[in-house]
Structure formats: C-alpha cells, structure tokens
C-alpha cells in the first residue's frame, strides 16, 4: 500500500487555475503509476488524468484535455495536477491513486491505494 496526500485544492473563478499534488509516502513511488478521479456532489467517481511509472505517457478524459496537465516528479515522491481554464462543472472532490502497471490507466478499479481527497470548487 502507498499512503497518498493530495493538496493544494480550494476555491477558484472561473477560467482560474490551480495545481493540485499528491505526495506519496513509499520510496519507490516511481514503481507505481498514479491517477486524479474526481467525485462531484451527487455523481459517481469519474477518472481525470493519469501518468504511467516513468511519466512518458499520460492519459486524460476528453471534459479536461488541453486544460488539465497531469506530471510526476519521482524524485519527490510527487504527482501533480495543472488545472487551467477551470469551469464550474470541474468542481468536484479530486482524489489522487496509484496503481501497478502502466495499462488500463483509465480505470478506477485497477487503482489500489487511495488518498483522502482535495476539495476544488469553482465560482462562475
């Protein structure tokens, strides 16, 4: 298991941007490869972006391509999140995971280890 913590969420315009992280306890963290899902009130959980082991491929979900970037600095045990151009529609609870393997980086249920979660609320 990899303990995970993400930040850096809170409240934004619209067309504002934030960058979330996500430190992960384990050393070998850069075995792994990491996701954001994002639960808005109501909804179900829904995949973001994700970045396999050595961060040479990245996958995102058409709603936040060309304004989410998704990166991993191994070195620091980090994944982060660039979120820009936000909507209200991308407020949401953002949860960052991890997962063995560099496949199926879109589905949820091959993640095994989970953070607590970081609110993003976005005002129009």
């Known amino acids: 298991q990899v303990q995970l913590v993400e930040s850096g969420g809170g409240l934004v315009q619209a067309g504002g941007s934030l960058r979330l992280s996500c430190a992960a306890s384990?050393?070998?963290?850069?075995?792994?490869?990491a996701g954001w899902f994002r639960q808005a009130p109501g909804k179900e959980r829904e995949f973001v972006a994700a970045i396999g082991w050595s961060g040479a491929n990245t996958a995102y979900a058409d709603s936040v391509k060309g304004r989410f970037t998704i990166s991993r600095d191994n070195n620091k045990n980090t994944v982060y999140l660039q979120m820009n151009s936000l909507k209200p529609e991308d407020t949401a609870v953002y949860y960052c995971a991890t997962k063995t393997g560099s496949s199926r980086l879109t589905t949820m249920l091959t993640y095994s280890s989970w953070g607590q979660g970081t609110q993003v609320t976005v005002s129009s």
């Open positions: 384990r050393r070998t963290f850069s075995d792994y490869s």
